[in-house]
C-alpha cells in the first residue's frame, strides 16, 4: 500500500537529533517559554526574513490572536478566500468579524486578484490571503490595494512555509499567520503555530496576548489567552527547520515527476517563473474525482481530498454567507484530488502512482 501520508516514515530520519533536544528539555526543567522557544523563534523569524516571529500553540490561533491584537470594530468586514480551510474563516467569526468570500483563480486556486477591489467597502479592514497547497498568493495586486484603502494584509501561510512570490517570502508581506501541525512542510510532533511581523509593538502585543495579557509575570496589561508554542515542540521544530530545505527539495522533486508523467486528462497544478512552489499538498482535478479515488485505493493507493466541502456549504456556516454562490469554489472542491508528496514518499511510489494514474 502506498500511504498517502506517513509521519513515522517522514520524521525517522531526525529522530535522534530529536531525542537529544527532548533529553536537553527534559533536563533542564524548563517546559514553557524556555530558551528553546526563544532560539526557534528567532530562527525562524531569519527564516522568513522578518524581524520578529511569536510562537503560538497552533495555526487558527495565529490568526485569531492577529486579529485581535489589530482589534477591529465589531462587524468590520475580512476579505477571504471562499474555496480556503475552514480555520481562515472561523478565526474571523471568533473575533465577531465579517467574512467577504472571494472566489479564487481557478488556475492556482488562491484568491483572484481581480475581484478583490469590487468587494471592498467602508467596511473593509483587511484581506486575508491563503496560500494554499503551497504556492504563493499574487501579492504584487493584493499589497498595491491594501496601500490604496488603507487595508491590513494578514496572510494565512499554514501551507506554505519556504514558498515565495517573486522571490519573497510567504509571511512577509503583511502579518503572517503559520501552523505546524504534524503533516506540514514544517511540522511538529504535535500542535503549534507562530506569527511573524515587522512591527515591534504588534510582536510585544502579540507576545503579551498569547501569555495571558502579560508581559511581566503576574502582571496583566490587557485581556489575554493562553496560547503558546511549547519548548519540546519549539525544540523539534529547530530541528525541522535545519532540513526544511531537503525537505522542500524532494517534494518539489516529485511533483516534478507528477507534472512530467501524468496525462492531460487530469488538470495539474500551475507552475510558472515568478513562483516557488513547496508542494505541501500535490493537488489534481478532474470530473469523475471520485470514481478516481476509489480506483487508486483499489490499486493500493491512497489519496485525500483538500477539501470535500467548500465553506459556505458547511453546517457551521448556515446563514452566515445567505444564497451567495460560489460556483468557482464549488467547481474546485468537487474535483480535487491530493495525491502522495510527503517527505516519507519516494520517487518510485509516485512513478507508481503515475502508471495506475495513467491507466484510469
Known amino acids: 500500500m ?24 527534559l533536563e533542564s526543567g524548563w517546559f514553557v517559554l524556555g530558551n528553546s522557544v526563544k532560539n526557534f523563534e528567532e530562527e525562524f523569524a531569519r527564516f522568513v526574513t522578518m524581524p520578529h516571529a511569536i510562537g503560538v500553540a497552533n495555526g487558527l490561533d495565529a490568526l485569531i490572536l492577529a486579529l485581535r491584537v489589530l482589534n477591529f470594530e465589531a462587524g468590520s468586514e475580512i476579505l477571504v478566500p471562499s474555496n480556503t480551510y475552514i480555520a481562515t474563516i472561523l478565526s474571523i467569526l471568533q473575533c465577531r468579524l465579517k467574512p467577504v468570500l472571494i472566489e479564487p483563480d481557478i488556475q492556482t486556486y488562491n484568491i483572484n486578484p481581480q475581484k478583490i477591489e469590487e468587494a471592498i467597502t467602508k467596511k473593509t479592514k483587511a484581506i486575508m490571503v491563503v496560500h494554499l497547497y503551497g504556492k504563493a498568493c499574487e501579492m504584487d495586486t493584493v499589497t498595491t490595494l491594501a496601500r490604496k484603502y488603507h487595508l491590513e494584509v494578514i496572510e494565512d501561510c499554514a501551507q506554505s512555509h519556504g514558498a515565495m512570490f ?33 512591527d515591534e509593538d504588534f510582536a510585544r502585543n502579540i507576545r503579551m496576548y498569547r501569555n495571558y495579557g502579560s508581559e511581566k509575570k503576574y502582571y496583566n496589561e490587557t485581556i489575554g489567552v493562553n496560547s503558546r508554542l511549547d519548548e519540546i515542540q519549539a525544540g523539534f521544530l529547530s530541528v525541522k527547520l535545519k532540513h526544511l530545505q531537503r525537505i522542500t527539495e524532494h517534494k518539489r522533486k516529485l511533483a516534478s515527476l507528477y507534472q512530467q508523467g501524468l496525462k492531460e486528462d487530469f488538470i495539474t497544478p500551475q507552475v510558472h517563473p515568478d513562483y516557488f512552489d513547496v508542494f505541501h499538498i500535490y493537488n489534481v482535478r478532474h470530473p469523475k474525482r471520485d470514481g478516481l479515488k476509489e480506483f487508486l485505493l483499489k490499486n493500493e493507493i491512497k489519496t485525500e481530498i483538500h477539501y470535500p466541502v467548500p465553506p459556505h456549504k458547511q453546517k457551521a456556516m448556515e446563514g452566515i454567507f445567505g444564497k451567495q454562490e460560489f460556483p468557482i469554489a464549488d467547481e474546485i472542491h468537487a474535483t480535487t484530488l491530493s495525491l502522495p508528496i510527503s517527505f516519507g514518499t519516494t520517487e518510485s511510489e509516485v512513478l507508481k502512482v503515475i502508471e495506475v494514474m495513467n491507466k484510469f
Open 2 to 25: 502506498i500511504e498517502y501520508e506517513n509521519l513515522r516514515k517522514s520524521n525517522e530520519p531526525f529522530y535522534a537529533e530529536y531525542q537529544n533536544i527532548f533529553s536537553g528539555i
Open 166 to 198: 517573486k522571490g519573497k517570502m510567504t509571511g512577509s508581506f503583511g502579518i503572517g499567520a503559520f501552523s505546524f501541525y504534524p503533516t506540514k512542510n514544517l511540522g511538529c510532533l504535535g500542535d503549534g503555530g507562530a506569527v511573524t511581523t515587522s
